[in-house]
């Protein structure tokens, strides 16, 4: 059975200008012990994504208007806000993205973790600080019994996302959610935390949510790789299989746009960048949303004018386009 | 830690010095000021003392110098007014109750201030936030003599149920105390809602709920201490407000105190007094000041290592 | 991967659904969300009414304000005294409006010299820098939170005589400290803000950065400022004339106004209360005013 099963989540903003529809209708499952990664531009809605699952939208302007999610069997939507206090840092533990204020500055490393272990453990006072300071060590901070005492600002960003990572785990979550985690850190450091979080989940057999706009990243680090767009899935492969074998068109624009340093030729000719902008998730467009952008939309069909549904193109892999790369090469083949 | 509390204190002496000498400089403009061999009919006794006491033949950085060793003595010098009483006399009779008035308007501004504003922040846009925020902006605006007035008109004369002036007891010390304390207590109230606003934005806030804490230890542990640390450093200018409050409300409520006092003086032209007050009150804001960027480090472990 | 460079795709601008958010300029961004705060956009237009009503109640109006009429005296609001006579049998409708020229006169005049004081102090700190600055603000920052009303009851004792214009002489000299400090926090920023780097880079001369740059934002925060100054300045006065140590008849402002009325508050209130409250109104649009120009000009402040 699947840990994490969201089917269809809807999370929309009513704001003063209208209501942003951020994420608009997205499904995945994450197995046990498994990493899904989450793709996409800024805006896009991953990070919404992950904030809707552990519920921390601010209520008023946010509202999961529909969609179920269910974790290890349990469904979270309906779950009252002293219930999801169970929930959060016990079996789902969440990153975020930057370091610098993700943690308290006025009070000490020691105690933002203990705080953690008292809550949802009973452990307290010593054997609490001790369990700390096994947990900071296991993530790689030196010292770590002196470091207890210390407050925030001593530690660099690479640290205290460590420290983040040790506060996270200090109670064997069965999910954890890491949204962005290495996008604020030095490129050095980003590969340390890293390897740090696939060496602590394989350890725990824990499964993790990667979000980042960085393929990079994902190639690295997930099993599983899910595609977003202006606010929808748009295309979800076995990391391995979505390398290979893209088939949505943004995907091939998103790897087309790396930097590629082994090609002489590539490395001559002006980096790929995708021309257009995301649409406004206010007034999202009726049909394809990807559309505005797409080289192919319009070839012989009214893609912009009817929503894609989400297509199962190959076992396992999903693509939500009119005109996923399979289906183009095969028009190619015909015509030649 | 420890240099900078020592930096903050050196710095505290010069501008008392400069502020001493700036109302030193001013009071030798004004007619009648106990600094010149004097024009008006001061009586004789006075006069004596004055030239004892200021030096009055020496040259002015003489007597400003004197009179800089009088205030470190704790001595301000003779009244012009009152022939057997001395500035010291009158601040030791009268400020003890003028500090009680300012501790007890204090009080009652952290008592509903602090809690109206924390309510309002933990509810933003309910019933009860806006109407802490439309008493809040009343109570800036409202001069407190109307609220003064009005009070004693309500509660004294209408109703009965306090007496309208004096400061024998506790019944005396309700009103005018309730009536400086309400800017004060609208300040906070504003004051506070906004800085846990802010705080419950911040990311930690965040990081702390996706502990799964309590939300009441989310908000007691991590959200209050983080904006209660401005609403120290806010201390200070209220200070001032309630020393410029006082010199109203004592006025009307009879209440006798240096604020009172001090507008007293000015109209009899007993500059001596005048000059001693205006030295003393701002000696403590300057020290009240210092005080309070001192608790602001001890508070804020940031700022502790910091640099000049 | 394809190795082929991706043709162009059609219709990359212009498609309605799902286009791109507008842009617009700073001050129309500015005004528009300074229009949506009601509150705001109500406390201008009182302001407004009330500097309106001084001005032109005392030209238009059948009373004479200084005529003395005992058996006038101390009537309540009516249809021919909208606000009643005072203990001289003048109508206070008239002598509020007048009262309010010079209240409102000594606000505006205190403030723009706090401007003026503080700009120039924040100007040469922000930008002479260094050891000057630091020493500058040392000062002030020692000086912060002293009381106003003993250093300007000091000021006006010095100067001797009390009129419009010593008020706000007075008023202005004891109250500049802070907006000192603000408009020399603003320089500080702007100078070292990463636009002004860029402009730098780009080649602009340092004075299309001031022009261009600088001053819009810098205007913003002083605006702001007036209207933050305003209502303490405007209680300084009343409070001043309260003490009886302000203004003098038979020039009247709002303060004198409440301090006469407070003898006969017991009998006739409306003597003292219809002065407090024009300050009170006053004091509470300039609030509310400021608070909506600054949230309109800080397009970081969230809407909660």
């Known amino acids: 059975m699947p840990l994490l099963e969201v089917n269809d989540l809807r999370t929309h903003f009513f704001t003063g200008d209208g209501v942003v529809r951020a994420v608009d209708g997205v499904s995945f499952t994450v197995e046990p012990g498994r990493t899904l990664g989450i793709v996409g531009e800024s805006g896009c809605g991953k990070s919404v994504t992950a904030l809707s699952i552990m519920r921390l939208l601010p209520e008023p302007p946010a509202r999961i208007v529909t969609g179920s999610i269910r974790f290890d069997g349990r469904e979270l939507t309906t779950l009252s806000e002293r219930e999801l206090e169970d929930v959060r840092g016990r079996q789902i533990a969440m990153i975020f993205q930057d370091p610098m204020t993700a943690l308290n500055p006025t009070l000490t490393i020691g105690t933002q973790i203990t705080e953690v272990l008292e809550r949802h453990l009973g452990i307290e006072g010593e054997a609490a600080r001790r369990r700390a300071a096994e947990l900071l060590d296991e993530v790689g901070i030196s010292r770590a019994r002196e470091r207890l005492d210390d407050y925030p600002h001593r530690f660099s960003g690479g640290m205290r996302q460590r420290v983040m990572i040790a506060i996270a785990i200090a109670c064997e979550p069965g999910l954890l959610i890491a949204d962005e985690p290495t996008t604020a850190l030095d490129v050095t450091v980003q590969a340390q935390v890293l390897d740090l979080l696939d060496d602590l989940r394989r350890e725990r057999g824990m499964a993790m949510i990667l979000i980042t706009h960085n393929m990079g990243v994902v190639a690295e680090s997930a099993e599983e790789v899910a595609v977003m767009y202006a606010g929808q899935i748009v295309e979800q492969a076995p990391a391995l299989e979505l390398f290979a074998r893209p088939e949505h068109p943004y995907t091939e624009a998103l790897l087309a746009a790396l930097p590629d340093l082994d090609d002489k030729r590539a490395r001559e000719r002006r980096l790929e960048a995708i021309p257009g902008r995301p649409p406004d998730l206010i007034d999202p467009p009726v049909g394809c949303r990807f559309a505005a952008r797409c080289p192919y939309a319009g070839c012989g069909d009214s893609c912009a004018q009817a929503p894609q549904p989400l297509r199962e193109l190959r076992p396992t892999h999903w693509v939500r386009s009119a005109h996923p790369a399979s289906k183009r090469a095969a028009e190619e083949a015909l015509s030649a | ?308 | 991967m394809s190795a082929a460079p991706l043709p162009i795709p059609a219709g990359v601008s212009g498609v309605s659904a799902g286009a791109p958010i507008r842009q617009s300029s700073l001050w129309q961004d500015a005004w528009r969300r300074y229009l949506r705060n009601r509150g705001a956009v109500l406390a201008g237009g009182i302001f407004l009414l009330i500097v309106g009503y001084c001005i032109i109640a005392p030209i238009v109006s059948p009373h004479d304000p200084n005529r003395v009429h005992f058996p006038d005296a101390y009537q309540g609001p009516s249809w021919s005294h909208p606000f009643g006579t005072d203990q001289f049998g003048r109508d206070l409708f008239t002598r509020t409006a007048l009262g309010g020229r010079i209240s409102i006169g000594i606000g505006f005049g205190a403030t723009l010299a706090i401007l003026a004081i503080g700009v120039v102090y924040g100007a040469v700190s922000g930008f002479v820098g260094g050891k000057l600055d630091n020493a500058m603000m040392r000062f002030l920052d020692a000086l912060y939170g002293l009381p106003y009303l003993p250093f300007a009851i000091l000021a006006l004792a010095i100067i001797g005589t009390v009129n419009f214009w010593t008020m706000v002489v007075a008023l202005s000299i004891a109250s500049w400290f802070i907006t000192a400090r603000v408009v020399r926090g603003q320089i500080l920023t702007l100078k070292e803000n990463d636009y002004v780097r860029a402009a730098h880079a780009v080649g602009l001369r340092s004075y299309a950065i001031l022009s261009r740059h600088l001053l819009p934002n810098t205007l913003g925060i002083l605006v702001i400022t007036i209207f933050l100054e305003l209502p303490g300045v405007i209680l300084g006065e009343a409070f001043l004339s309260f003490l009886g140590l302000g203004i003098n008849p038979p020039d009247a402002s709002w303060g004198s106004m409440a301090q006469d009325g407070r003898d006969a508050y017991r009998a006739h209130p409306h003597l003292i209360v219809i002065p407090s409250l024009a300050i009170a109104t006053l004091v509470l649009c300039a609030n509310f005013v400021a608070d909506g120009l600054r949230d309109a000009l800080d397009p970081r402040t969230r809407e909660t």
Do not use: C
Not at chain 2, 176 to 190: C, E, I, K
Not at chain 2, 292 to 302: F, Q
């Open chain 2, 1 to 308: 830690m420890a240099a900078y509390i020592i930096r903050r204190v050196i710095w505290t002496v010069p501008v008392v010095l400069l502020v001493i000498l700036v109302t030193f400089l001013l009071m030798r403009q004004i007619e009648g000021n106990p600094f010149r061999k004097t024009e008006r009919a001061v009586p004789a006794a006075v006069q004596e003392n004055l030239e004892r006491k200021f030096k009055l033949d020496k040259p002015w950085y003489v007597q400003y110098a004197q009179y800089v060793k009088g205030v470190v003595t704790l001595d301000l010098g003779p009244s012009l007014v009152l022939r057997d009483r001395s500035v010291n006399d009158i601040v030791k009779e009268q400020f003890p109750r003028s500090i009680e008035l300012g501790l007890y308007a204090f009080g009652w501004a952290v008592l509903f201030g602090v809690p109206a504003g924390i309510v309002a922040a933990l509810r933003p846009n309910s019933r009860f936030d806006y109407g802490a925020m439309l008493f809040s902006n009343v109570g800036f605006a409202l001069p407190n003599f109307l609220v003064a007035t009005l009070l004693i008109y309500y509660v004294s004369l209408k109703w009965g149920l306090l007496p309208t002036s004096g400061w024998e007891s506790w019944k005396h010390k309700l009103l005018p105390s309730l009536t400086l304390g309400l800017v004060p207590m609208a300040y906070f109230a504003r004051l506070v809602r906004g800085t846990m606003l802010e705080t419950l934005q911040a990311d930690y806030v965040r990081t702390a709920k996706a502990k799964g804490l309590r939300w009441r230890r989310v908000v007691g542990v991590h959200v209050l201490r983080n904006s209660l640390i401005p609403v120290v450093t806010a201390a200070a200018p209220l200070l001032g407000y309630i020393i410029t409050g006082s010199f109203i409300v004592e006025n009307i409520f009879a209440v006798p105190g240096i604020g009172r006092y001090y507008v007293t003086a000015v109209s009899a032209r007993d500059y001596s007094v005048v000059m001693g007050l205006t030295v003393l009150l701002s000696i403590i804001v300057i020290l009240a000041n210092l005080l309070v960027d001192v608790l602001y480090g001890i508070l804020d472990p940031r700022t502790r290592e910091a640099r000049t």
